[in-house]
């Protein structure tokens, strides 16, 4: 006979944990475009200089050093010179961009990890079942301010928010995202591939605004866009933005 018993109302259904999820994660690092050698006083002064009058940029900013300007000048002693006095001050360098093969193994050398600037793109995802396919979209409405942490997630379609988005939250959508006050935090639209999404604000002072795996951060959005209501959207594989109004 099987060994098997027969379970009763008191047992315990079999549980299967997971011990770890693969997801997705958009991070926002910070550039440090290398323009000339030699890495002299003046380049370390103005880098102070820098950090004193914008604290908050690269505080605790995880930060990648881009060599395109100087694929062939840069030598080994200046990148081990360069990520020493980088991390002396409390900077957090992880990786490169641009760097050639003898480049690149110095920096790995040190611990830093080659970035390429391809495109972004979301997690391959999981073929959606038949049931999945017919399900409605739901389109997603939070007439409450997203605070700080909070992150807001439109599974299935649009994402509208009728107040402020706070520094440190997140919002994601499969459509859509509108958000009537001021964006101060992340937003993801298309987060499911569809390049056709756009985020509308009221409002923009966003950390970071990505659609399609495609982003741009609040240092590449440039002043022009700050403080003004903008949409956002895609056109060639190119993440554009422009100002309604």
């Known amino acids: 006979m099987p060994d098997e018993r027969t379970r009763t109302r008191r047992d315990k259904a079999p ?3 997971r011990p770890f999820q693969i997801r997705g994660r958009f991070l926002t690092a910070i550039a440090l475009r290398v323009e000339d050698v030699p890495l002299d006083d003046a ?3 103005a880098l102070d200089e820098q950090l004193e009058n914008t604290p908050q940029l690269l505080a605790e900013a995880p930060v990648l050093l881009d060599f395109e300007a100087v694929a062939e000048t840069l030598r080994a002693g200046h990148i081990r010179e360069l990520v020493e006095k980088l991390r002396a001050r409390k900077l957090m360098v ?3 961009q641009n760097a050639s093969p003898t480049q690149q193994a110095i920096a790995g050398e040190l611990g830093l990890i080659p970035v390429s ?4 793109a979301p997690l391959p995802q999981a073929k959606k079942s038949r049931a999945d396919r017919l399900l409605p ?3 997603k409405l939070i007439a409450t301010p997203i605070r700080s942490g909070q992150t807001v997630v439109a599974e299935r379609g649009d994402l509208t928010i009728v107040g402020s988005v706070s520094s440190g939250a997140e919002l994601a959508a499969a459509g859509s995202i509108h958000v009537y006050g001021t964006m101060r935090g992340r937003a993801m639209a298309g987060v499911h591939g569809d390049e056709t999404a756009r985020i509308f604000c ?5 950390e970071l605004l990505a659609i399609a795996g495609l982003y741009r951060t609040s240092e590449s959005i440039g002043d022009e866009l700050r403080n003004r ?8 594989d190119k993440l554009c933005m422009e100002a309604l109004g």
Request: no cysteine; glycine share 4%.
């Open 43 to 45: 380049f370390f002064t």
């Open 15 to 17: 549980v299967t944990a």
């Open 202 to 206: 009221q409002n923009q002072n966003a």
């Open 137 to 139: 979209p739901d389109n």
């Open 229 to 236: 209501s903008v949409q956002v959207f895609l056109d060639k």
């Open 94 to 96: 992880f990786a490169t």
């Open 117 to 120: 600037m391809g495109r972004d």
